[in-house]
């Protein structure tokens, strides 16, 4: 009998308060008599210390038990064996030969059981932020201090080649870059003054469910259904969530998978669907590629679905805000490539840069650009590493980038200089600096300083 597990299934059985129910096998809860010899050699075990009674001194009371429950006590004592003398030692053994049987369904129940825990993983991560965000052009600042976000993960495992797995994010307060924003235009219900409607995008519900499958004869992968999926080092042709299906195959004799996508928006009135082939690897023993190529299932110039909007509408005589849908915005792009590029250029030092260029008539190029020294490892506290960035985002230089909480949006050029620190095992610090200009080349352009610092618990 493994003691390990037999210890599993005593403080399972004792947690179901040795109810006799739980984790027992049909035939097994026959009473065992009060005169029969087991009582007196638990009351033995007890007063020897091999064991340890209920609150009250007893196992169950004024109540018989089972010998289901029996073989939990016994299960208890084998765990103490070598604690034990020879007289202990002798009825113990003698209890595991009265009941084997219900010995072997415990420890069969509680293989069963451990199997079915095994196959479910929760993790995630909490995150609390403080930005002070200030618009140098207008002279206006935000400070924003009530932004928390948790991301809460969930992996099942259905079989060794397949897992089943869900995000659910929650940022009802939080004033980044999930947020969404809607318009209600105001006086005659047109489009010529608008008034924003903001609120967060996630409250807690789950919202994407995805399933990822590996062949191990092959190598190859797949992943289907609705995820954060990203193009890129950075993530600057694509990182947003998505319906859809990627695989990737191993290219045999190189470093290189080759992989091919198709993802359709998850956006409210959006029917924008992007679909491709790319490649990632290493090509040498520093330097690694990134490359993908997407084309839209939209001309460019075509209608992207709808939107929705909110006006000003007289109802009886009060003003109200009502919701519509009105037209999307025009497709400027109908395809689009990302090179991306990770080079060691010495011992902790990294420099990771990505090109992206669509098929739009104007500021239809994005870099970015990314030096690292060092980073972080959850698991060593005192870990540390520092950063700096470039980043060129044109206004149509992507198809659907990851805008990174509000703090990179594409019509932006600047740079980005922060830190990052593990103060404690799973606790993560990081505080950035970033001095950019919003709308670059364009009537609304404006210069932008931001400050950030959060720290993520990872669990």
Known sequence: MNKKILSAA???ALAAGISGTAMAAEGSLADVPKDHWSYQAVDQL?????????????????????RYEMAVIVARATDKMEAANIADRALIEKMQAEYGSELKTLQADVNDLKEQVGKVNFHGMFRAQYDYDKNTTADTIDKGTNRYYLDLRGDYKVNDNWTV????????????????????????????????KTWSGHDGNIQRIWADGYFPNSGAWVSVGRAWRGLGFQNVLFGNESDGVQFGVPIKGTGLTASGFWMASTGSGNKESLYGVGTWGSIGHCVDINMAFAKSSLSKGEINGTRTAYRIADVSGHKVIEQYEKPGDPNARSNGYVISAG????????????????????????????????GTNLQDPGSFGVYARYIKYGKNGWLAGDDEWGSTWNGTKGWIVGFKYVPAKNVEWETLYSDQTRGYDQDWEFDRKLVRTQVDFHF
């Open 10 to 12: 005593v403080a399972m």
């Open 46 to 66: 007890v007063k020897d210390g091999i064991i340890e009674g209920m609150p009250d001194g007893t196992y169950a009371g004024d109540r018989a038990i089972s």
């Open 165 to 196: 797995k869900f995000q659910s994010e929650t940022n009802r307060h939080y004033a980044g870059g999930h947020d969404r924003t809607n318009e209600a235009a105001i006086g005659n219900g047109g489009d010529d003054d608008i008034v924003h």
């Open 343 to 374: 080079v060691d250029l010495a011992k902790n030092v990294r420099l990771i840069g990505d090109y992206v260029r669509t098929n739009a008539d104007f500021q239809n190029s994005s870099t970015a650009l990314r030096l690292n020294y060092k």
